[in-house]
């Protein structure tokens, strides 16, 4: 009874892993590199000075909005930190004659965004003068908004992954009731066993985070995936909005010019009162006597991503109001979220996110290809094998190798494309997919070890090169960020070269692989395999160890 029970889990853990392990390969990649968000939103604008005095930043921001949107519904303005490339703004329009403008008032984020009510305030408070980019936000976006396809579809298929990603974590630790001593076990060399103790061993590492992201990720999709009780207890989702992100009931516009107050005082008030750092800040009908300034808490903080809010009066920037305490559902799925995200984090453990998300990514991909290493010598004929098997193998090749070049090349374009170039940071992008479509050339038209081989040579030399680069034609190559005592942009230099260097090694060790000789026991199974397979009508099988 308990064999037939793990054998059935491990059925379970091969296809749920496998039929979207693709797909969660990227997931897990792109999500690895978020955890990097704001260090690459610099990274990628190397024209930018960082971030020493914020409130200067945040005064150049509140000129530039009073002379560029005076009399808008609404500002927005991401606090600058460190971390940050500079002090992101919007600002909402007021709506046309008889027209409502998209966006819930009272909306901290702004509402509806576009590139022609945006901007970025550099280091030195004047408007940033930089490449567009989508930079890091990009691979936040993409690990669950995916690319080219509607958001929504986009979102249920991530779900619909995480869930499997959650069954095949589950039913691997049923299947192996060896998991910790094979943890300690890590054999070269030989073949499917070698890739067994890969898999097993970078799963088991960073099992905790594994089972932690995987769920937390879940939560952060909640409401769409099980819609029921919102559905139940809130016809309108204005009131679930209101019982999540509690805000001051704003006042139409008077149409009485005031002057607005000074937003660093306020922000100063506001950090005091709130215990830690701002991070947004939204001021509702700026210029006008009815206006008001509301400061939320940062994230990077407080563990929750539900972060309290303080609401003052625009004219005077007296205090007016403060965010109840939140109940403890709001709490729990803050919590839930603000772990997921990780924007909590210190560098310490930011790193020790990324290292453990680079695990899970190895995780999926040794996964992927431990089911084709398993499979192959189990072929009948292993020159001509069945669809199924060629179908996992080219997919292997074209994701597992092919989604990394991407990235590199994305990375690349954003180096080389013309920084006045339209449409640049959308191209940026497309230079990643083209990049990922010529993988699936070289996957279809290549043997399996030379489409590996290219594959991944090709991706250790672009990532390693770009710090060469960065050196040569940008002010902010590894020499100058060690000089300023940047580590956060020496930190992603050196993590490139790590990585560079790690693919280059790895494509060395596909190309000049040997198969390890069959020990006696093999040979004497395989010369007897053709025989037993053509009288029974199946395919020859491994010995059992």
Known sequence: MS?????????????????LGWVLFVIFMAGTIAFWREGLNRWMRPELDRIEQPYAVLGGAQRFLQSKAPDARSWYIAMPNERAAGAQVYWQPQPEPGQEHGGRRGDRRGGRRSRENQALIGADGLPAVARETRGGDFFYRFHFDLHYMPVIWARWLVGVAAMAMLVAILSGIVTHKKIFKDFFTLRRGK??????????????????????????????LMAMLMPWAVVVNYTDTDKLYDRLFPRVEEQARSGTPAPLADLGRVVRDAEHRLGGPAGYINVSEPGDAAATITVTRAPSTMLSSRTPSLTYRGTDG?????????????VTAG??????????????????YFLCGIGGTVMVASGLVLWIVKRRAKLPDPAKPHFGF?????????????????????????RVLPTGMQERAEWEIHTLFIAWGLALAIASGLRSGRAWTVLLGATGLLLATIPVYNV????????????QGDYLLTGIDLALVVFGAGFLATARRVATYRPPPKRPRERAAAAAAPASASASGLPAMEPAE
């Open 335 to 352: 919590a839930m979220i603000g772990l997921h995200a990780g924007r909590f984090a210190d560098y310490g453990m930011r790193w020790l």
């Open 318 to 330: 007296a205090f007016a109001w403060q965010s109840p305490a939140p109940g403890s559902a709001n």
């Open 390 to 414: 060629r179908l996992v193998n080219w997919l292997n090749i074209a994701v597992v190798g092919g989604f990394p070049l991407g990235v590199a090349a994305m990375l690349w374009a954003n």
């Open 472 to 483: 040569l034609a940008t002010p902010r190559g590894l020499p100058a960020t060690l000089l």
């Open 191 to 220: 073949g499917q066993r070698s890739w067994l103790d890969g898999h097993n061993a970078t799963a088991v590492l960073a099992l905790p985070f594994h089972l932690m992201i995987t769920y937390t990720g879940l939560v952060t």
């Open 3 to 19: 064999k037939s029970f793990r054998q059935s889990q491990s059925f379970l853990h091969t296809w749920s892993g496998l039929l």
